[in-house]
């Protein structure tokens, strides 16, 4: 897995103070999408586990973990050992994703590494960008059809629950 960035401390990916790591390779190839370069799995820099959590660790006011890209969910297995020691430091996870939290849902079904990464992510940013129902003024999102869901509370009650409108 190569990641394009990372930002040891970022306020507009996420609520709170969070680190971000882009991931590279996007096979949804949004209309309009800013961050074309991510599309090649093979862009960027290797990715190096031990160097992220550290970094992170070096800030003792982050609030949590913000996964972009590119499109994480490509990477549950190699993501999911770093998710897995931030949440354990009491820090939150966040994730962006071109994928509908119900393409995840079915997706998890028959694919275990997808299963166990869902169930570690606290809210979830999905859906592809949808140049057409751009809306600049929402935050966290770029367009309309995009929701901020709270996984955790989603996957309790079978049913999806926003973490903001
Ligand atoms: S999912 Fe995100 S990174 Fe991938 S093409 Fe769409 S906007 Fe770009």
């Given at each position: 897995m190569k990641i394009g960035g990372f930002y040891s401390d970022s306020i507009s990916n996420g609520v709170g103070w969070r680190a971000v790591l882009f991931v590279s390779g996007c096979p949804h190839h949004c209309l309009g999408c800013h961050n074309q370069e991510s599309w090649?799995?093979?862009?960027?820099?290797?990715?190096?586990?031990?160097?992220?959590?550290?970094?992170?660790m070096e800030n003792?006011?982050?609030d949590g973990l913000t996964l972009s890209g590119g499109e994480p969910f490509l990477y549950c297995q190699e993501l999911?050992?770093?998710?897995?020691r931030v949440k354990?430091?009491?820090?939150n996870i966040w994730s962006y994703t071109g994928f509908t939290f119900e393409e995840l849902l079915r997706w998890s079904e028959r694919n275990a590494d997808v299963q166990q990464f869902l169930r570690e992510v606290d809210v979830l940013v999905d859906g592809k960008f949808l140049i057409e129902k751009m809306v600049p003024q929402k935050r966290f999102r770029g367009s309309g059809n995009q929701r901020i869901i709270d996984v955790q509370?989603?996957?309790?009650?079978?049913?999806?629950?926003?973490?903001?409108?």
């Open positions: 090649d799995k093979d862009y960027g820099e290797p990715y190096v586990e031990d160097d992220i959590y550290n970094q992170m003792p006011f982050l999911f050992s770093l998710v897995k354990a430091r009491g820090l509370a989603s996957l309790k009650k079978q049913e999806i629950v926003l973490y903001m409108a």
